[in-house]
């Protein structure tokens, strides 16, 4: 099983949006039970919330449901548990540095680094913004879910999964 978290600062618009689409695109692909996957916080701003409604009706307008995701913030042992850890911008990414233990740095990076037809380096955070920040965050998450979906296919491929030939 390849185990992933998303992280954003509170984590109730960012990484709760690629939680939700990723856990969408694993289920259209057949991967479901091949990746556990979470997000997570930098800071504890808003732990046990549920996405800003912004956030979960932009989400539902495109099909994914971010209902049931609660906010928490990022513990010592998600370092150790979750094989990629992707960042949804350089200060979230600092953050988790910092707590980080040398030896699992290599876990880190950024989410975009997945993305095909974007070049940008960080998801932005839309909640200050107004609303069509939104779409934009949906528009890039989706970008970079399907590249990581791609990964996720060739990670079990090269893990020999006997279950890898379900969803070609």
């Given at each position: 099983?390849?185990k992933?978290?998303?992280?954003?600062?509170?984590?109730?618009?960012?990484?709760?949006?690629?939680?939700?689409?990723?856990?969408?695109?694993?289920?259209?692909?057949?991967?479901?039970?091949?990746?556990d996957?979470?997000?997570?916080?930098?800071?504890?701003?808003?732990?046990?919330?549920?996405?800003?409604?912004?956030?979960?009706?932009a989400?539902?307008?495109?099909?994914?449901?971010?209902?049931?995701i609660?906010?928490?913030?990022?513990?010592?042992?998600?370092?150790?548990?979750?094989?990629?850890?992707?960042?949804?911008?350089r200060?979230?990414?600092?953050?988790?540095?910092?707590?980080?233990?040398?030896?699992?740095?290599?876990?880190?990076?950024?989410?975009?680094?997945?993305?095909?037809?974007?070049?940008?380096?960080?998801?932005?955070?839309?909640?200050?913004?107004?609303?069509?920040?939104?779409?934009?965050?949906?528009?890039?998450?989706?970008?970079?879910?399907?590249g990581?979906?791609?990964?996720?296919?060739?990670?079990?491929?090269?893990?020999g999964?006997?279950?890898?030939?379900?969803?070609?």
């Amino acid at each position: 099983m390849i185990k992933i978290l998303f992280v954003c600062m509170g984590n109730i618009c960012r990484s709760p949006t690629a939680e939700g689409v990723f856990r969408h695109m694993l289920c259209e692909n057949k991967l479901e039970d091949l990746v556990d996957v979470d997000s997570a916080g930098t800071h504890g701003y808003h732990v046990g919330e549920a996405p800003d409604l912004r956030t979960q009706r932009a989400a539902a307008r495109r099909g994914y449901d971010l209902s049931g995701i609660r906010a928490r913030k990022v513990a010592p042992q998600d370092i150790e548990y979750f094989d990629l850890i992707l960042a949804m911008d350089r200060n979230s990414l600092e953050a988790l540095l910092l707590v980080c233990p040398p030896d699992r740095t290599d876990r880190l990076g950024l989410f975009m680094d997945y993305s095909k037809n974007f070049d940008d380096e960080e998801v932005p955070d839309p909640y200050y913004g107004l609303g069509q920040g939104f779409d934009l965050v949906l528009d890039m998450v989706e970008d970079a879910t399907s590249g990581l979906v791609e990964f996720v296919k060739e990670r079990a491929a090269m893990l020999g999964s006997k279950d890898y030939k379900t969803f070609k």
